[in-house]
């Protein structure tokens, strides 16, 4: 099985174009995919334990695999997990976003773009709803901004998760703070969730109107101008991202980073902002520049994706916990619900 999905997806890449670009080389073995370029090594590959990634680029190595974990992850505690368990798996995963809940500039009606603002007290209570709609959705990496107001959504949402794995910030920046972080429990790690912060994943940055109340810009230069600013694809505020060049470092770094994961068979959570997530929603519901003005995300609104057979499939948003259609979205889903209901009730 784990064979048949790792092939897939290297004919996924290839179908795409992926494998012809002209800027990388690369190798391409029965079980195994090397990308190269100036200063960049990847390897994507299938192992007697499963499918691994190693990604020799800005941070020296970062290594993960994974024995296909999917949608079937086993939820039974560590006491009672048996090999059983990891006999029900499935090629497609889930990917969850959520726009982080009301900030305090938010709530103040203020441009905040990339200023490092918290969540007020609804926001919190938004983050912790988040939480609800997903509990029964299974998450194995999450990826948010640098930014507070995303680390918080993240973390409010998952003290809801029923599965109840501990998410750990990842800290790469320097070999010390990589050593002084390491975790010596192979149990201990397999109970945690890996929390990767990423300044890819910020919210564009409004350059001089961060700081600036919406409503007296508007008033100042101009309503129309101001929607300009705020919703067209390429037009950036003054000195700041328009959405276009948000995009091209919000979806490379979801096309470089996240989407391996789901290749290797992990359900991801991103928790980021209003532009850098409708830029990756461009790319993965295939908008044009024209369709991506109307779309519009609120906060602390988690959306639903299935990743499968190399195809992102929407599946809106998860309305309650209780709500059963949510999880008859996929048998997979279902069961892995069911599975936490047997093994937490
Ligand atoms: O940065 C901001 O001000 C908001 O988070 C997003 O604002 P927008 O809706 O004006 O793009």
Redesign the pocket.
Known sequence: MAASAFHQALGTLQSHGYLSNSGLRHELGDNSLKLFSKGFKVEIGLSRKGCYLSDQRKFGVVQASASQTSVFEPVSSPSKSNASSSQKKSNEVALILIR?GE?L??EKN??????DVPLTKKGVEEAVEAGKRISNIPVDMIYTSALIRAQMTAMLAMTQHRRKKVPIIIHNESEQARAWSQIFSEDTKKQSIPVIASWQLN??M?GE??GLN?QETADRYGKEQVHE???SYDIPPPNGESLEMCAQRAVAYFTDQIEPQLLCGKNVMIAA???SL?SIIMYLDKLTSQEVISL?LSTGIPMLYIFKEGKFIRRGSPVAPTEAGVYAYTRSLAQYRQKLDETLH
């Open positions: 982080h900030s500039w938010n203020l441009f905040t773009g990339c200023v919210e564009r409004y109107l961060q919406k600013w705020r919703r902002h209003g532009n409708r519009e």
